[in-house]
């Protein structure tokens, strides 16, 4: 039986837990333990070993879909960003919540249809697409391994309740909305006590994923060539810096001169404060609080809700709008390339910046319906 139990062995260099795992009986039986510093390390070893040498139930039919999920995690997935390993949790928790007895050899795309649709009825098109994904690729595998047949994810279509949808006029920013946000956030006073909104003032200038905007440094400022450097990402589940999403989310983004000035005045003033309450900031981060941490994305997003609320918008939007608003405008502009448009994001393909920004903000729509009129007058 495997386990994990306080290691007996004592002393200073002993490591206070014990893992085990077995497998087997009589002359067959194998034993394998290691010792640890914790308990979730003990039990993260323990999941990855059963995972590793349960080869009978990974290729059995008979084994339940949710548990495979969580053995093809284990397996295949590790060492992801803790963030994407949360979008796989919830797949397999929704998939025990929705299928607890389905097995593999059960499985069928009428089965998977009715999954999702009684999955839309609660949840969002965005986590439909999510753990659509997810299935896809795990059963692709079990498909690749000789477990099932042939893949039952194909073909399969997504309905979600609407009231569990953002509409389009609540992903898009009207340009009047955008220019109100963007002069409040520019022309405030800064302040060491709300550098929230001042995280804020450069992604509504440069469109930076909040993670990204967090990590900033220092040295990431070039004023000279007016460029600001995005080479890392803060994630705030770890509360660590990580590389960036992708390799190509390196990149140079050009900056305002407004913005310039900005973040000159707030490095002069962060570290004259930072230094007058003697707290240390080696990795001269930009956005380091009084606490010697760096703020959370979800107190980033607080205060923009608030900051809405102060404008009297009558739906509070998310952070990630600033960047929809500032591409839908550079997709509009015939002399930026649709290839820099990708660049600028940080995306690994233009064809992912075409699936998500090809749409129009919504108080440029009549004007276009004029025009497309007036050409079909004309022909």
Not at 111 to 138: C, M, P, W
Not at 246 to 271: E, F, G, Y
């Amino acid at each position: 039986m495997s386990r994990i139990v306080k290691n007996p062995c004592k002393g200073k260099q002993a490591r206070p837990w014990r893992a085990e795992f077995t497998q087997g009986s009589g002359s067959h039986r194998m034993r394998i333990c290691r010792v640890f510093d914790s308990k979730r390390e003990a039990q993260g070893w323990l999941a990855e070993t059963v995972a590793t040498h349960a080869r009978n139930q990974y290729f059995s039919r008979d084994m339940l879909l949710a548990d495979y999920l969580k053995v093809w995690f284990a397996l295949f997935k590790k060492g992801v960003a803790p963030a994407t390993k949360a979008t796989y949790t919830a797949t397999r928790k929704h998939v025990q919540n929705y299928l607890p007895t389905l097995t593999l050899a059960d499985l069928s795309r009428v089965v998977i249809q009715g999954y999702f649709n009684a999955l839309g009825r609660n949840h969002s098109i965005e986590t439909l697409r999510k753990d659509l994904v997810h299935l896809r690729t795990a059963l692709a595998d079990a498909v690749a391994d000789g477990v099932i047949p042939h893949n039952p994810t194909q073909r399969i279509r997504l309905v979600a309740n609407t009231k569990h949808t953002r509409g389009k006029d609540k992903k898009i920013m009207t340009k009047a909305q955008y220019q109100a946000v963007r002069d409040r956030l520019m022309n405030q006073e800064l302040s060491t006590k709300q550098i929230p909104l001042i995280v804020l003032a450069v992604i509504c200038q440069t469109g930076l994923r909040v993670g990204e905007a967090l990590a900033l440094r220092e040295d990431d400022v070039d004023v000279s060539q007016r460029l600001l450097r995005v080479d890392e990402s803060f994630d705030t589940c770890t509360r660590d810096l990580r590389p960036t999403k992708t390799a190509n989310a390196v990149r140079d983004i050009p900056m305002t001169s407004q913005l310039v000035t900005m973040l000159t005045s707030w490095q002069k003033m962060h570290d004259e404060w930072l230094a007058k309450r003697g707290i240390a900031n080696p990795k001269r981060l930009l956005f380091l609080m009084g606490n010697g941490e760096l703020p959370r994305a979800t107190s980033v997003n607080y205060y923009y809700h608030q900051l809405q609320k102060k404008l009297g918008f009558e739906t509070f939007f998310s952070t990630h709008t600033l960047r929809h608003f500032l591409v839908s405008q550079m997709i509009q502009n015939p002399s930026i390339t649709l290839t820099y448009v990708s660049r600028f994001l940080g995306h690994s393909s233009e064809a992912i910046t075409q699936q998500y920004y090809l749409g129009l903000i919504p108080d440029e729509i009549e004007g276009q319906r004029s025009q497309v009129a007036n050409v079909i007058a004309e022909i």
